[in-house]
């Protein structure tokens, strides 16, 4: 069983109470006001470190933690799978030429980002990036491209179900630009290692961490799919709530994306574990 760490919070001095901490929750106060919240072994370890203090609340002032860095891998197309791919598109092209007349879309597949800004999409209005966006394994694609990363590179995804952990990080919703999908992520960060679990994030903070401790060998891509505003408020379009929270800075009116004024486009992103291929060997 894992261990929990606990303390008791000022919920209206927003402070910790000295001496008040415990992997044990019944061992704390707990009032009205004083209320036992979840945190992080590093608070924690910082602070029953401050045990012999006099004060009535820890000071947290000296308190940095590292906060780590997500551990997002680039994609790079394998020549023999992409090879693989184009020889079945040419098969299938005549067998029905109609229908595969184009160019197999594999070829333009896990390019490297181009900011969201209007250098790069100059017909939209944009919420965008930060020109200093890391963009390490963030991608612009089609929908359910996830079905292509084990088809097209060397990394395959990896199945969350059944684990706490890879369930919670493996995270999808709408954004107006990837910088909004990172630094949500790097908040909830913050939220695990500086705050408690009152706070929005930090239980998605607590799940990269044991994400990035438990499994090493795993990394992420972010795959992110533009849906375009048609301003027609045409029945059967795109609609807000089937995919996920959305965290871009618009207030969304309506149903449709089509009926919206001022909001041009948006973002639907998927985060991915993924992990590396293992070589097939062959026992004798």
């Known amino acids: 069983m894992e261990t929990e760490y606990y303390a008791s919070f000022d919920t209206s001095a927003k402070k910790y109470l000295t001496n008040e901490v415990s992997t044990d929750y019944a061992e704390l106060k707990n009032d009205e006001v004083i209320q036992i919240v979840e945190i992080s072994k590093e608070l924690y370890d910082f602070i029953k470190r401050q045990s012999d203090s006099s004060d009535q609340y820890v000071d947290l002032s000296d308190y940095n933690?590292?906060?780590?860095?997500?551990?997002?891998?680039?994609?790079?197309?394998?020549?023999?799978k992409l090879k693989k791919s184009n020889e079945r598109w040419e098969e299938l092209k005549q067998e029905d030429p109609e229908r595969f007349k184009d160019e197999d879309f594999s070829n333009s597949m896990f390019q490297p980002w181009r900011l969201f800004n209007n250098?790069?999409?100059?017909?939209?209005?944009?919420?965008e990036d930060d020109p200093n966006l890391d963009t390490t394994g963030i991608y612009l694609e089609f929908l359910n491209a996830r079905h292509h990363i084990e088809r097209l590179t060397d990394y395959e995804t990896v199945n969350p179900m059944g684990n706490k952990y890879l369930y919670i990080v493996n995270q999808y919703g709408v954004a107006d630009n990837a910088t909004q999908v990172i630094r949500c992520l790097e908040q909830s960060l913050k939220d695990y290692l500086f705050g408690n679990n009152l706070d929005e994030e930090y239980y998605?903070?607590?799940?990269?961490?044991?994400f990035m401790e438990l499994y090493p060998?795993?990394?992420?891509?972010?795959?992110?799919t533009p849906h375009v505003n048609t301003k027609d408020c045409s029945?059967?379009?795109w609609r807000w709530h089937?995919?996920?929270?959305?965290?871009?800075?618009?207030?969304?009116?309506?149903?449709y994306l089509s009926c919206e004024q001022g909001i041009d486009y948006v973002l639907s992103y998927d985060l991915e574990i993924v992990k590396k291929i293992e070589e097939e060997t062959n026992e004798i």
């Open 65 to 80: 933690p590292t906060i780590p860095k997500l551990p997002f891998i680039n994609l790079e197309i394998n020549a023999e």
């Open 119 to 127: 250098e790069n999409f100059s017909n939209l209005i944009l919420e």
């Open 204 to 210: 998605l903070g607590l799940s990269l961490v044991k």
């Open 217 to 224: 060998e795993y990394k992420l891509v972010l795959l992110m």
């Open 235 to 237: 029945w059967g379009g």
């Open 242 to 255: 089937k995919w996920g929270e959305y965290i871009g800075v618009h207030e969304p009116q309506h149903e």
